[in-house]
């Protein structure tokens, strides 16, 4: 990227990577279970290395951390904030996602930040 002069990098994790960053407060109830399920815990902590390298780049860089993806309709109305509580019940569609990653390419809102998305 940084050859080609690609400055924005945009990423899409998952709100789960809050349980293992120390970020736990937002998910509260994902340290007590992640224990059980060691290859969930370990796809997430991959997630955590890709995060920092982002975070260690010298790109400008947005990492969007949605909650459980689900497939449904685009509805246009959902939380987005960083930080933001993600609960058990959370989910959003993958369509807003999409959407809200397309508009981050011309958007500085987030920019250097990690923001969470829900309904």
Not at 105 to 117: E, M, Q
């Amino acid at each position: 990227m940084q050859k080609l002069g690609v400055k924005r990098f945009i990423s899409q994790s998952a709100f789960a990577v809050a349980a293992l960053d120390g970020e736990w407060c937002e998910v509260p109830y994902l340290p007590l279970i992640l224990p059980f399920f060691p290859k969930v815990k370990a796809m997430f902590a991959d997630k955590v290395l890709q995060e920092q390298e982002i975070l260690n780049s010298n790109l400008d860089w947005i990492i969007v951390r949605p909650a459980k993806l689900i497939d449904g309709p685009r509805m246009g109305v959902f939380k987005a904030h960083d930080p933001l509580m993600i609960g058990p019940g959370a989910k959003i569609s993958r369509a807003d996602v999409a959407e809200f990653l397309l508009e981050q390419v011309n958007d500085s809102t987030y920019l250097y930040k990690i923001p969470r998305l829900k309904y």
